[in-house]
């Protein structure tokens, strides 16, 4: 049987609607699937921060009398010389790690209100714990070294040679 010819005319090369409907109902998946490669691709490409500094020279035993005390901000610690030796503690905050700032009285907590005495103890909470020792050395050229990743007993102190 022969072909019967339409009364539909012919569309070729013409967009209908029902193309456009599918194409409609896909962009949000391609969408979706794009965003979740940027986010696939900012993932795996992250890196890491290098980890932070934990040892600081501060300088010559001569640079620090008797009896003073001398904020290291770049450690976040301050070097203590008294009749004893020297000690050093820091100013990261027991309780939350917030950096403590240095008063007439002592420190206080910008964060949370704790407040510390002269020599790192608690004088009023949140904090439970008084202020971290820090180990002060002495390094082959004859400075002062405060190392932060290493705690020491609070009542440490360190005679220079």
């Known amino acids: ?6 009364n539909v005319p012919d569309r070729e090369g013409e ?18 699937g794009g965003a979740a490669l940027v986010g696939l691709e ?4 992250f890196e890491v921060d290098p980890p932070p500094q934990t040892f600081f020279v501060v300088g010559r035993p001569g640079d620090y009398p008797i009896g003073s005390s001398t904020l290291a901000p770049e450690a976040k610690a301050v070097l203590y010389h008294d ?5 050093a503690l820091s100013m990261v905050c027991t309780h939350l790690g917030c950096t403590i700032k240095k008063t007439e009285s002592g420190y206080d907590c910008p964060c949370h209100g704790s407040r510390f005495d002269l020599h790192g103890g608690v004088l009023n909470g949140p904090a439970a714990s008084p202020l971290a020792a820090v180990a002060v050395a ?5 400075r002062l070294t405060l190392d932060m990743g290493q705690g ?5 102190r360190f005679v220079p040679s």
Do not use: C, K
């Open 1 to 6: 049987m022969p072909a019967m010819p339409s």
């Open 15 to 32: 967009f209908a609607r029902r193309d456009f409907l599918r194409l409609l109902a896909g962009l949000p998946l391609w969408l979706t």
């Open 42 to 45: 900012r993932y795996l490409s």
């Open 83 to 87: 009749t004893l030796g020297f000690f």
């Open 138 to 142: 002495q390094d082959s050229q004859g």
């Open 152 to 156: 020491v007993p609070r009542n440490r």
